[in-house]
């Protein structure tokens, strides 16, 4: 007998000495999307009650309890680190319309 939608879960296990945090989910959605993600790593899978579980770890400094796995962003050139840093200066000196201007 399978799991049921309520029955079936994803755990974090983090603890502050450890280098990693250990992820083991019952959810096919989760999974896939921990196998298709370069930074987890799987450590062992298998079925219980007739549903696949999988777990996997992730290093501490690429999770986060709050948003799970942190967004693996390319670092910027100094030619792109340059053209942000101007859009932002120019974002930061246009002047936001108030409501009432913008009714105008």
């Not at 400094?61 to 053209?83: E, F, H, L, T």
Request: glycine share 2%.
């Amino acid at each position: 007998m399978s799991l049921t939608r309520d029955e079936m879960e994803t755990s974090v296990n983090v603890t502050y000495n450890d280098e990693y945090a250990l992820v083991w989910s019952t959810i096919p959605r989760h999974i896939t999307k921990m196998r298709r993600n370069p930074r987890f790593e799987l450590v062992r899978e298998g079925t219980t009650d007739g549903s696949s579980y999988a777990e996997f770890r992730i290093r501490n400094r690429d999770w986060n309890p709050v948003s799970g796995a942190k967004r693996n962003s390319a670092p910027m050139s100094p030619v792109q680190r340059a053209a942000a840093a101007a859009r932002l200066a120019a974002a930061r000196h246009t002047p936001t319309p108030t409501p009432a201007q913008e009714a105008n």
